[in-house]
């Protein structure tokens, strides 16, 4: 067997000593006989390793007591409705400040259900930053405003939380969530996809502070509806129990290397190296704001486009894959969650290097 480097932003690569656990258990979950995924979400041991998952993931982001963790279904994609069902409560208008292209189908999304405010958007730049805290036009009376804290596509992050006042702060989380410490109580909800930095897909997280919760849009399924959740222990039906051990799995794992802050150092290390290089030749250019920019996608652009396809093959024949960027942007985009180690970034660089030389 021999592992390649996947720099792909979702699905993405997963911590090799975590799938390797899951490898060895997957016929006989802890000498019952039988793997984690055949047996009943109600039987004790799974809901042990529920339990144990959410406990893991409280200590991690140390997630104050009065905020609700539920492991759910539907990808980011459903939270974008989801997050207006649950949290209007009456109120008429929400806040959006656009980063990128998910912030802009999450605004769509939201006009089903209410006025969506677009307080502020750098679609103008197209996406290539954050538009300054002074200038959003916030609405005072909003249920609550909601940031993209990554950009997926465009790799535009926040590296600060904007402060919002009483409104409540809710923060599309999916390709951040676990790679840097962040202030929960700065937040009323945090929600993410699981597939690029927590586990497989099909899991979707939402921390919530409960004072938020209770008051739905009329005719709202109970299935769709946080306090149900909450109250059901996210298993008013069958949950993804799969993917919930496996995140469990990767938060036992993020604890044991010294949880988010050696995270964040090595995050941080590892997109600083690949930043520093794009900026030091003009073979490839990333076009990111250097005060926004991700620590986790890293979109580049080749000087001449043509190269592209010729760039990618040679990847794949050195191991490195998937860095062939969105359709939205064109170009490459490396993709180094959580999972992605240094070598895999040194590996690309000295990739990047070689491409040069050899056309350049
Ligand atoms: C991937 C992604 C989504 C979409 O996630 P799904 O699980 O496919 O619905 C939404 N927001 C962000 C920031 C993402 O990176």
Known sequence: ???????????????????????????????????????????????QVAAEA????????????????LFLQGGATAQFSFIPMNLLAGKASADYVVTGDWGKKAAKA?????????????????????????EWKLNPDAAYCHITPNETIHGVEFLDTPDVGNVPLVGDFSSTILSRPVDVSKYGLIYAGSQKNIGP???????????????????????????????????????????????GKVFKCLLANGGLEAMAAVNQR??????????????????????CRS???????????????????????????????????????ASVYNAMPEAGVDALLDYMKQFVVQHG
């Open 1 to 47: 067997m021999s592992r390649i480097f996947n720099f792909s932003a979702g699905p993405a690569t997963l911590p090799q000593p975590v799938l390797e656990a899951v490898a060895a258990e997957m016929l006989d979950f802890d000498g019952l006989g039988m793997g984690i995924m055949e047996m009943s979400h109600r039987d004790k041991p799974f809901m």
């Open 54 to 69: 959410e406990a893991d993931l409280r200590a991690l982001m140390n997630i104050p007591a009065n905020y609700k963790v």
């Open 110 to 134: 939201a006009k089903s259900f209410c006025s969506v405010n677009l307080a502020a958007t750098s679609e103008a730049s197209k996406f290539t930053t954050i538009p300054d805290r002074a």
């Open 201 to 247: 897909a099909g899991l979707t997280i939402v921390i919530v502070r409960d004072d938020l919760i209770g008051t739905v849009v009329d005719g709202l399924p109970p299935i769709f509806n946080y306090a149900e959740q909450a109250a059901n222990e996210s298993m008013l039906n069958t949950p993804p129990t799969f993917a919930w051990y496996m995140a």
């Open 270 to 291: 590892k997109a600083a190296k690949l930043y520093a290089y794009l900026d030091g030749q003009d073979f490839y250019t990333n076009p990111v704001d250097k005060a």
């Open 295 to 333: 620590w986790m996608n890293i979109p580049f652009t080749l000087a001449n486009a043509e190269l592209d396809a010729d760039f990618l093959k040679g990847a794949k024949a050195a191991g490195l894959n998937g860095l062939k960027g969105h359709r939205a942007v064109g170009g490459m985009r």
